[in-house]
């Protein structure tokens, strides 16, 4: 079992499989949200992610797209879009093991910071990498 939570613990969640994705978002909307150059996420099946303490706050940052937070600490945990609705986004930096599921590629390079460099021979994709 693989879990996670905010910052100050009021909001813990679990995963019940592995993810089936991760990667690094350059996007705007991640930076201005979190306040972080880049976001890594994890791509988990909807019936795999649960919350397990607390009750998020969530925001709709577009039309589509729930992003649920921690109300006491703003930690944000995860993400959905109506677009894909069998998936939650998962912040990785909130597992308790941040190391366990490595990026496979960035995403949104096309919104990227200038100064922001990785050097870690990932792919890299200008929309998202199925957009291309
Ligand atoms: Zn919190
Ligand atoms: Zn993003």
């Known amino acids: 079992m693989v879990e996670g939570g905010c910052h100050c613990g009021a909001l813990r969640y679990a995963l019940a499989a ?7 978002c350059h996007c705007r909307s991640c930076l201005r949200i979190t306040g972080a150059p880049v976001v890594a996420w994890l791509t988990v099946a909807s019936d795999a992610f649960a919350i397990t303490k607390g009750e998020p ?12 937070f921690c109300g006491v600490c703003g930690t944000h945990v995860a993400y959905t879009t109506t677009d894909d609705p069998d998936y939650f986004e998962v912040a990785t930096g909130t597992l308790d093991e941040p190391n366990a599921f490595p990026p496979t ?4 390079l096309s919104h990227d910071l200038n100064w922001v460099e990785f050097g870690d021979g990932l792919p890299t994709f200008q929309k998202s990498r199925g957009e291309g």
């Open 57 to 68: 706050a969530r925001y709709a940052s577009s039309p589509k797209v729930d992003r649920r």
């Open 105 to 108: 590629h960035h995403s949104w």
């Open 18 to 24: 592995a993810p089936v994705g991760s990667m690094i």
